[in-house]
């Protein structure tokens, strides 16, 4: 599976961003899709996840409540709707797929990786 990502930018803190990840190939409805970013200096953070289906959702803690990650596998596109954005949020965010069968809830390790979208938050 090739990802692309898209929508970051710049925005001021409190606002909001939804970034989007559109896949090619057959099977995207088999891979749990995942948001990791990267700040500079800094370990790749998990963000968020969803399973195949799009039933079951996984945030990483510092996001829970503010980040939305959903999927539309007829459109084979994974979303992250970013709101109420803090400085710290600021990271190159990548969407990942990885095979149910070797995946794990909130690890940042998948087989597929898109290029990153580059997100920047100004205090």
């Known amino acids: 599976v090739q990802l692309q990502a898209s929508g970051g930018g710049l925005v001021q803190a409190g606002g909001s961003l939804t970034l989007s990840c559109a896949a090619s190939?057959?099977?995207?409805?088999?891979?749990?899709m995942g948001w990791i970013r990267q700040a500079p200096g800094k370990e790749r953070e998990f963000v968020a996840a969803i399973s195949r289906s799009g039933g079951s959702t996984y945030y990483a803690d510092s996001v829970k409540g503010r980040f939305t990650i959903s999927r539309d596998n007829a459109k084979k596109t994974v979303s992250l709707q970013m709101n109420s954005l803090k400085p710290e949020d600021a990271a190159l965010y990548y969407c990942?797929?990885?095979?149910?069968?070797?995946?794990?809830?909130?690890?940042?390790?998948?087989?597929?990786w898109g290029q990153g979208t580059q997100v920047t938050v100004s205090s």
């Open positions: 990942a797929a990885e095979p149910w069968g070797t995946w794990h809830p909130y690890n940042v390790e998948y087989d597929y």
């Open positions: 190939g057959r099977t995207f409805s088999s891979y749990v």
